[in-house]
């Protein structure tokens, strides 16, 4: 079973401590050594989640940060980031996995919903929360990912909406992801490719849920065209 290289977290630290373009210049082909040892891990990850989910995309995030709009400069993301994207207009949520010395950590779900995709997921939640509280109970995802989502929220009630209601918590999120971090001891360890696909298919019944929420109308109808 494909593991992850020592090499790699030992490459990612380096590169937090010498995060420059002269340090990155003279080591590229150890970068594209460990690039292409983590991209046969996320498609060894992929064809796993295909044996219980349907993926439709890979993306390897780009290790060039974005530095028009930071006040942080350092050139490089000194981690490996990849999102798996569940298939077709049925299928909603995308797995997320990222692996950083002492950082990483895997997640699913919906980070920043459109405003549609929000408001029915908010209206869905002010009829009944209860299917999703009792997803959120399951023993194995408590084991996981806690007992609650993550995700920021808004400080009061959204507007239209009742700031007494009793899913207030709920409806208040703008973002609704399950998060698991990770050790390097147990990023390094033989299993850690099981440890992931497991812990995604714990995130089946959240995903499958939120899907028929955001792929129905208020009256259970579908709103996908054939």
Known sequence: ?????????????????????????????????????????????????????????????????????????????????????RYGAALRGTYYLRIRPGESFLAGGFWEPNKDDILRIRKEFEIDASPLREILKANDFQKIFGRELQGNSLKTAPRGFDKTH??????????????????????????????????????RPFFDYMSEVLTTDLNGETIISD
């Not at 937090?16 to 003279?26: H, S």
């Open 1 to 85: 079973m494909l593991q992850i290289d020592k090499s790699t977290l030992t490459f990612l630290k380096k590169l937090k401590q010498n995060n420059n373009r002269d340090w990155f210049a003279a080591n590229k082909t150890q970068f594209s050594e460990e690039q292409t040892k983590i991209k046969a891990f996320h498609h060894a990850i992929k064809e796993a989640l295909n044996t219980h989910d349907c993926i439709e995309k890979y993306k390897l995030y780009r290790i060039y940060r974005d530095l028009r709009f930071s006040k942080d400069k350092t050139p490089y993301q000194p981690h490996f980031a990849a999102a798996f994207s």
């Open 166 to 203: 009793p899913d207030i918590d709920l409806i208040r999120k703008k973002g609704f992801v399950a998060i698991r971090k990770f050790t390097d001891k147990e990023v390094l360890a033989a299993d850690f490719l099981e440890t992931v696909s497991y812990s995604f298919n714990i995130l």
